[in-house]
Each structure stands twice: as C-alpha cells, then as structure tokens.
C-alpha cells in the first residue's frame, strides 16, 4: 500500500454475523476491511480482512503470528468493523492506453497483453484521464521515481481538469522499473502557472501515455481513487552514431556538384530529428539516401562555392529527438574539398617573328586568375624547352609575363612554343590548350671558300671542273648552288662531304678563248653567299682538240662456263697522237683498264683479260670508253652494249633410285632423282624414261635448283617380268642424262600363279583302287609352272598337263 492514503469510516456492530453481508460487499469491491474483535478468553485484538469463503469463513491477515489465517465468524464474540475507501472515493484499476495497454495495481511491468511498458528517456508522452463528466476545477501532477513510497512524490505542475496532458522525461533521466505517475483532483479554483506540458527535466518527442482515473466529486484536494499509474519503466536512451563521413569529389572549381554524405546509426530505431552538414560553419540539411532513417546513408547536394576561397571544412550533426545526438567528427571539422578556379593565358605572343639565332627574342603572355592567385608556376616552352617568366606589367593575378631576351642555336629555322601556369592550387592552363604557336623563323647565312676550275687551260673537248665549298652553319643544304660562266648560270652537284658542308661541282667543255666564272649560293631561308663577293674569277684559257675514235671492239670466245677464260678487244686512234688517259672496258657495267696489245699508243689494239664470270647469269654486256686528257672522249657503241657472251653451268643429276624394286604389277612404284644447278636455273625439263616412256616428274624436298624430283605411282601390266628406267634434264642451256648411256634395271615384277579346285577321286577305296588328283593352274603373266606337285603324305608327286594350256590348264596325277 506504499504511496496510498485512505479515509475510514466507522461501524459498530455488536455481534459479528451481523456484519457478514457488509464485509463481503466490501471485499467484492477490491476493498479491505479493518476489524476489530474479541474472543473468549483473549482480549480485544485487530485484524485485516482479506477475503472470505462459502462456508463462512474469512481470510485474515494476522499482524502477530500466523500471517494469512482463516476465521469462523462465529468464534467472534464481539467486533468493530472499520471499512477502508481508497482515496475517499470509488476506485478504479489504472490503464495505459498507449502505446502498449495497461498495467495492474500490483506493479507487474507487463499488461494483459503481454506487452512491457517503457518510457524512454528524452521522450514525451500524452496522458489521459477519466474525469467521469466532471469538467470543472484543476488536476495536480506528480511523478514518483521510487515507486510512489512517501517521500518520493515531486509536484510536477497544475493543468485544466480537460482529461489530457503532455509529460516529457528529461534525457538524463534515472531509469527505473517503478516509475510512477499521480493525478490529484481539486474543485478549488487555482491559476495555472504552466502550460499542459508537465515537464520532468525537459520538453521534447511525441510518444503518448494514457491514464485512466475517476475524479473525486467531493471538493477537497485528495488521491482521486488509486490515482496514480504504477511499476512502468523509464529506460535510458541511445545516442546515435555517425560514421563514415565524406564529400565527393575531393577536388573541384568552385561549381563544381559537391555532394556530402554520412551514415546514421540509432541503435533505439530512432530516425533523426536532427541532422546536418554545417560546411565553413554554415549547416544544410540533409536526407536519407539509402537503408533506413534508423540505419541509412543521408546525403545533401549539390554543393556550390564561391569563388576565391580554396579551402574547405565541414562536420556532420544529428539529434534522435530523445536528447542524443552525435558529432563527426567528435571536435573540429574535415578538411574538403579543395576548391579552385583555373587561371586563364591569353594574348600569348613572340617579338621579333624573325631573325638570326642571335636575335633578341621576347615572349610575352596576360595571366587572369579569378580567385586573386597570384602564378606559381609560368613559363614558355621554346622548343620543348620551360623557361621561367616575371610579371612584366598590371598585378601579380591580373597581368603580363615575359620571357627574354632568348637567343637559338643554329641549325634550327622553324621554332615552336606555348605557355604553361600553375596558380599553386591545383590549377593550370595552357596556351595554346593543345600544340604549340610557330615562331620566330632564324637562319645563319652560308659561306663559300675554295673556288676553283681545272684545268686552267685546254682544248675545245676538254672537260673543265668547276668546284668550290659549301658550309651552312644550320645545316642547310643549298636551294641554288651556281656557278655562272661567262655570266651564265650552271648548277653545281655535291661531290664530296655533306650537303651542307661539302664540295660540289660542275663539269663541261668551253669554246675556244678566255673564260671567267664566279659562284652563287642560297640555303632555301633567306641566307645568300658569293664568290668571290665582287666581280670574277678567270680562267680558263680554251684551243681546238680533236676527240680519239674507238673501233672493232669484241669478245672471245662468245660462250662458255662461267670459268671460261674470256678476252675483250678495240682499237683506239687520236689524230692529234695523244695517247688514251682513260680506256677501259665496262663489263655488266662494272670498269676494266685495258692495255696496249699491239700497235702505237696512239693508234693500236688494246686488250683485257682473261676474265671470269660468276655462276647464275647467262646473258652478259660490254662497252668501251676512253679519254684522251684534253677533254676528248669516245664511246663504243656510242649508246647501249654490246651483248655478249653467253655463261652457263651444265646441272648434275645425282641418286637415282626406284622403290620398291621388285613387286606385282599393281604395286605403286616411285622414281626419284637429285637434281642441281650451280646458276640457280630450276630445270625447264626434268623427265624419266620407263621401258622408253617418258613420264615428268615433280618437285618434292628442296629448292627447283636444288632438290629432289620424283615421279609416280607407276603402275605396270601384267606378262612382262623385266624393266628398266633412266632420267633427262635440261635448263634450258644445257642436257644431261642419267646414266650418260644405256638404262638401269628394275624393278622386278612378278604376278603371283592360281591354284583352284583340288580334289580326288573316288574319295574312297581299296588298295586295288587307282587314285586321281587333280588341280586347276592360272598364271596372268601367261607363266607355265615350274614346280608342279602333290603332296601326298608328306611325300611330293610331279603332275601332268591334260586339259587346257600350260599356263592355264588341268593337271594331274
């Protein structure tokens, strides 16, 4: 009964019987009964009535010994009867309507259904009473903590008698099994001080608890009934838990779609209440993305920046509407994104476009960044090569850099560049974005030396060379390469060393009288160079020559192998007596000196040789030059070559053979042959000769100049016993035969003879008896047999010819 009062009232009955009736109306209404009585022999004593049964018996409470005991109402002699009214008034059982049901008075943390009545710290909570009709006046609310025992009732507030009322439980709330809540009814008038939120700790949440009890109809202030809902629980709550924070990308401009996420955790099931991203201190809701509001990812996006700040921070927060919360992280903030606006290159530009390699050359460039950052890094590439540059004019962030002055190494015309910058935050740019700008174009100009003309003099044939050096310090070969002889222009050839530093030359004959020259080059870029750089040379001094003849030019013999020994002739007359500086024969156009043979110098026969060939070519050609050292040349034929002579290897047979060499005459037969030429030449004709029949033959291992031929199958026809083959080649040039005479022998071919229908007669008899054997013989070839037996018992007996031929015919014995 701890936490309850009661009021009593009184009733003297003289004889106990007489109160039968009153005490069991007061027990069927959950009410006990204080009585007090006497006993023969005993004095006046007190006892508490729990119960009755049918047989007139009451249960009783003992206070001195016995506990629960049983009474005949009878044994009573005299008694008092004190009846007891809970709260003064009719009591009522106290239910919770929500969220689970309600709960008995004995403090059973479980409803009839089952269901365990829990108050979360943080939460608040609607209860409602029954205010049976009687709407005027005000209610008192208090909360017990310790199960309602006196001294433990805390006055949570006054609220309107309207039946409904808000109490919240602080989030720091004990938890407790036996919390208690006690409605106290008054018809007094009262000023409600708060509003219809009582409050233990603090407001908040939306849970509802509803309370069932009368209200008191008299007008003092007193427990309305069993006014107060008992033994239900007030559990501590959860905080929830944020992990696994993030913003994507890391890294953008300013707007860049910048989305944050993090993953909530409630442990209780709470969905949050609260929960934010504050970004550079700023909070921004966010929402569930994924899983459950108790257990998801939430996210909030995009997010968009400024532009001029790089530098980023961000936490995540949440609140489970029961005084959890959560911070991620715990203190201060993550670093992200980073942020940044790229800088912009324009009006990129090189002074002078053009020049020598050592020209002074500047690069220029305008430099923009929006942000205020100043470049950390700004160069132009010349030529694949960075070179650092410095603010020219205007502000670090907002204006022109420049390179220079730059000098080339020669050797290169065309340059390139483009311009490269870092504004130290990530961002970069390029100018040009892609490739590069040409620019400038530099070129060293030639230089001539050593001009020349030889001879100096000669005659109106004498060949005259020109020469002089080139040398481009770039490298360049010469566009015009000049020489200009008697004011007209001849190009020039290079003869020796590079284009661009080497000797050239032209060569020509020069009518009769006094010449002069000078040279003319330019290197396609500009550069010029003459020599000499005024005037001429001169030189050279020309008379008339009269050009040698060559005559009756021939080979000897016209035709051989390759190692033949070969000899070349002409005949050679200058009219001025000179004797030939050069004369030679061009064999396949390679050069041979030929020597006087007979005859003067002037006027005879020269000659070359002996000379040899290589294996492989057949057909060969010739000419005759000669020079006689004034300019005067001739040719024989004047054009083209004599043909001649002609050069061939003979080829070689070699491992003749047939397999198998001996067989019936539908054995398939092969024929093989080495075949090879020491000119390469694959045989125009490669047969072999069976029984006289020619038959060609394939290619089957090797090369067509070197490898093995072979012919087959060959089948023969049955009668002939004998054969014999031989192989003929040719190349074309040349035919060889295998064996140079006659054949070789083979193979053998055989066909097996036929016995048939062997039998004796009679098959039966007496040793009187004459017994005839007899058998049928066939042999394709036409053979007669040879061996003609009967094996009678082991023991071999010759037989005879009676009917048909010898090699296909009866016989017996």
């Known amino acids: 009964w701890c936490g309850y009062s009661f009021d009593v009232i009184y009733n003297y009955y003289w004889y106990p019987p007489w109160a039968w009736d009153e005490i069991v109306n007061e027990i069927n209404n959950n009410r006990p009964v204080l009585w007090g009585y006497g006993i023969s022999g005993w004095g006046a004593h007190a006892v508490t009535i729990v119960g009755y049964t049918d047989d007139d018996y009451l249960i009783i409470h003992n206070t001195w010994w016995m506990g629960l005991d049983y009474l005949d109402i009878y044994e009573l002699d005299e008694a008092w009867l004190y009846r007891v009214y809970p709260g003064g008034g009719y009591g009522f059982d106290v239910k919770l309507e929500e969220p689970c049901g309600g709960m008995g008075l004995e403090g059973d943390p479980y409803d009839e259904n089952g269901c365990y009545v829990v108050w979360r710290a943080g939460g608040c909570y609607v209860i409602v009473w029954d205010n049976h009709g009687y709407t005027g006046g005000y209610v008192d609310i208090y909360f017990s903590d310790e199960g309602g025992c006196p001294g433990t009732w805390y006055y949570l507030g006054t609220t309107e008698n309207d039946g409904v009322t808000w109490i919240c439980i602080s989030s720091d709330a004990t938890p407790t099994t036996s919390a208690r809540i006690m409605i106290l009814g008054t018809t007094s008038t009262k000023e409600?001080?708060?509003?219809?939120?009582?409050?233990?700790?603090?407001?908040?949440?939306?849970?509802?608890?509803?309370?069932?009890?009368?209200?008191?109809?008299?007008?003092?202030?007193?427990?309305?009934?069993?006014?107060?809902?008992?033994?239900?629980?007030?559990?501590?709550?959860?905080?929830?838990?944020?992990?696994?924070?993030?913003?994507?990308?890391?890294?953008?401009?300013?707007?860049?779609?910048?989305?944050?996420?993090?993953?909530?955790?409630?442990?209780?099931?709470?969905?949050?209440?609260?929960?934010?991203?504050?970004?550079?201190?700023?909070?921004?809701?966010?929402?569930?993305?994924?899983?459950?509001?108790?257990?998801?990812?939430?996210?909030?996006?995009?997010?968009?920046?400024?532009?001029?700040?790089?530098?980023?921070?961000?936490?995540?927060?949440?609140?489970?509407?029961?005084?959890?919360?959560?911070?991620?992280?715990?203190?201060?903030?993550?670093?992200?994104?980073?942020?940044?606006?790229?800088?912009?290159?324009?009006?990129?530009?090189?002074?002078?476009?053009?020049?020598?390699?050592?020209?002074?050359?500047?690069y220029s460039v305008h430099y923009y960044d929006a942000d205020g950052d100043a470049p950390s890094v700004i160069k132009v590439y010349i030529d694949g090569e960075g070179h650092n540059m410095t603010l020219?004019?205007?502000?670090?962030?907002?204006?022109?850099?420049?390179?220079?002055?730059?000098?080339?190494?020669?050797?290169?015309?065309?340059?390139?560049?483009?311009?490269?910058?870092?504004?130290?935050?990530?961002?970069?740019?390029?100018?040009?974005?892609?490739?590069?700008?040409?620019?400038?174009?530099?070129?060293?100009?030639?230089?001539?030396?050593?001009?020349?003309?030889?001879?100096?003099?000669?005659?109106?044939?004498?060949?005259?060379?020109?020469?002089?050096?080139?040398?481009?310090?770039?490298?360049?070969?010469p566009d015009i390469k000049r020489v200009y002889i008697d004011g007209t222009p001849h190009t020039m050839s290079l003869y020796s060393g590079s284009a661009s530093n080497g000797w050239y030359e032209y060569e020509t004959t020069l009518g009769v009288g006094s010449h002069n020259y000078y040279f003319y080059f330019t290197d396609d870029y500009g550069g010029i160079a003459r020599l000499p750089p005024t005037g001429t040379y001169s030189g050279p001094n020309v008379e008339q020559n009269t050009d040698p003849e060559l005559t009756d030019g021939y080979v000897t013999p016209d035709e051989g192998a390759p190692d033949t020994d070969f000899y070349y002739y002409v005949h050679y007359y200058d009219a001025d007596g000179d004797a030939p500086s050069v004369i030679k024969v061009y064999i396949d156009g390679e050069g041979h000196d030929m020597t006087l043979y007979s005859g003067s110098a002037s006027n005879g026969t020269y000659k070359y040789g002996p000379h040899h060939f290589e294996p492989g070519s057949h057909s060969h050609s010739y000419y005759f030059y000669c020079e006689d050292d004034y300019g005067g040349t001739d040719r024989l034929p004047e054009t083209g070559s004599y043909s001649g002579p002609i050069t061939n290897t003979?080829?070689?047979?070699?491992?003749?053979?047939?397999?198998?060499?001996?067989?019936?005459?539908?054995?398939?037969?092969?024929?093989?042959?080495?075949?090879?030429?020491?000119?390469?030449?694959?045989?125009?004709?490669?047969?072999?000769?069976?029984?006289?029949?020619?038959?060609?033959?394939?290619?089957?291992?090797g090369s067509p100049s070197n490898g093995t031929y072979r012919y087959g199958p060959h089948n023969f026809e049955s009668g002939s016993h004998s054969h014999s083959f031989y192989f003929y080649v040719s190349d074309g040039y040349c035919e060889i035969r295998l064996p140079d005479v006659g054949s070789y022998s083979g193979p053998f071919i055989n066909t097996p003879p036929e016995l048939s229908d062997g039998d004796v007669t009679p098959d039966e008899g007496t040793t009187e008896d004459t017994f005839r054997y007899t058998v049928y013989y066939y042999d394709a070839d036409g053979d007669a047999p040879d061996t003609k037996w009967v094996y009678i018992d082991g023991s071999p007996h010759t037989m005879s010819l009676y009917s048909g031929s010898a090699s296909n015919g009866w016989y017996e014995y």
Do not use: W
Not at 661 to 686: L, N
């Open 392 to 477: 020219y004019s205007g502000s670090a962030s907002n204006g022109t850099y420049r390179y220079g002055p730059h000098h080339f190494e020669p050797g290169s015309h065309s340059h390139s560049y483009y311009f490269y910058c870092e504004d130290g935050h990530g961002g970069t740019d390029r100018l040009p974005s892609s490739g590069s700008y040409s620019d400038p174009t530099t070129n060293t100009h030639p230089e001539l030396s050593s001009g020349d003309v030889t001879p100096n003099e000669g005659t109106t044939d004498t060949t005259f060379r020109y020469t002089v050096h080139y040398y481009d310090a770039d490298g360049d070969a």
């Open 650 to 701: 003979c080829p070689e047979l070699a491992n003749p053979a047939v397999t198998p060499d001996e067989g019936t005459p539908d054995t398939d037969f092969y024929y093989s042959v080495h075949y090879y030429d020491a000119d390469g030449d694959a045989p125009s004709v490669i047969k072999v000769y069976i029984d006289g029949e020619g038959h060609d033959m394939e290619l089957v291992s």
């Open 192 to 362: 409600v001080t708060e509003d219809t939120t009582f409050v233990i700790g603090v407001k908040g949440g939306s849970q509802h608890l509803n309370i069932r009890t009368p209200m008191l109809k008299n007008e003092k202030s007193i427990v309305s009934g069993d006014g107060s809902y008992g033994s239900f629980q007030i559990v501590g709550n959860t905080d929830p838990e944020l992990t696994d924070g993030d913003v994507t990308p890391d890294e953008g401009t300013p707007d860049t779609d910048f989305y944050y996420y993090v993953h909530y955790y409630d442990a209780d099931g709470d969905a949050p209440s609260v929960i934010k991203v504050y970004i550079d201190g700023e909070g921004h809701d966010m929402e569930l993305v994924s899983g459950s509001p108790s257990n998801g990812t939430y996210g909030y996006g995009p997010h968009h920046f400024e532009p001029g700040s790089h530098s980023h921070s961000y936490y995540f927060y949440c609140e489970d509407g029961y005084g959890g919360n959560d911070r991620l992280p715990s203190s201060g903030s993550y670093s992200g994104p980073t942020t940044n606006t790229y800088p912009e290159l324009t009006d990129g530009d090189v002074t002078p476009d053009e020049g020598t390699p050592d020209t002074d050359f500047y």
